[in-house]
């Protein structure tokens, strides 16, 4: 028969052969100290680590189409993708393409939008984050990482800590804006500016990075953090009757976070 000394582990067996030249009351009082700091390993092992706390206003990510779908597989190499810390700001485009496509078509288009910024213009990859089509469809746009904050090329002086998500079509004064795409753009939106709990009814202030862009460079400018491209830029896009329908997106945004 072993004795409990002999059955103990290595570290535990040298503690307890010196506890026997201990007098009677201090080899107790080790024991005991030796039992409790046994039980406090045991439960250090045990509990699982504890889980990243949700934040208090993030909104489900919606499904998205990953650029696989729609970029040749012959398509050029390109740097890797720079990224931010955080997005802070979502930037809303139209395309400036034609309104009347079917949306299994949506991927051809996509690849026309990227060979006219990737050859005409010499980008290195599409400026646009994230693409959405009349049918409410979301496109992978920039390569790096759908979950990242992946710095864009969507609108200039202003393309750090924000997402290009880019409506397919023109949307001119008096051009229908599908809800179906509305409704998909307000979805990205919460999702992306949940991530940061982020309100896509507030503002943020952005620096200008560029003097082309509307404000000179190192002008720090206070933003809608649900804007339109006009916002940062001088130019008519996203167009009037997309401009029209952002106020409502904010809204619709923020409640899929689950504010009030």
């Known amino acids: 028969m072993r004795l409990a000394w002999e059955r103990a582990d290595p570290p535990r067996r040298v503690l307890l052969v010196l506890l026997a ?12 100290l ?14 699982p680590a504890a889980a990243r706390p949700a934040l208090p ?4 990510r919606p499904p998205i189409v990953p650029r696989t779908r729609w970029l040749e597989k012959d398509a050029p190499s390109q740097p890797p993708a720079r990224y931010d810390d955080e997005v802070a700001a979502v930037f809303i485009h139209h395309t400036d393409s034609p309104n009347g ?22 980008w290195d990859d599409i ?18 990482g759908i979950d990242r904050a992946v710095t864009g090329a969507h609108t200039q002086g202003f393309n750090h800590r924000t997402t290009g998500i880019a409506a397919l079509g023109t949307f001119t004064a008096g051009v ?6 509305t ?26 990075s560029n003097s082309l862009s509307r404000y000179a460079s190192g002008t720090t400018v206070l933003m809608p953090t649900l804007a339109g491209h006009s916002d940062g830029y001088m130019t008519s896009c996203p167009g009037a ?9 904010r809204e619709l945004a923020a409640r899929l976070q689950g504010r009030r």
């Open 183 to 208: 409704d998909a753009i307000a979805a990205l939106a919460a999702w992306k500016l949940g991530l940061s709990d982020t309100d896509p009814r507030g503002s943020v202030r952005l620096t200008s």
């Open 21 to 32: 030249c201990l007098p009677g009351l201090a080899a107790v009082l080790a024991l005991v």
């Open 127 to 144: 400026g646009y984050n994230f693409l959405v089509d009349r049918c409410g469809t979301i496109y992978e746009g920039r390569a790096g």
């Open 57 to 60: 206003h993030q909104a489900p």
């Open 241 to 249: 009757a997309l401009a029209e329908r952002l106020p409502a997106i």
């Open 34 to 47: 030796l039992a409790i700091g046994a039980d406090r390993t045991g439960q250090r092992a045990g509990r």
């Open 176 to 181: 229908p804006v599908p809800e179906a795409m």
């Open 101 to 122: 496509y079917d949306c299994s078509d949506a991927p051809r288009i996509i690849r026309y939008l990227y060979a006219g910024q990737t050859g005409a213009k010499d």
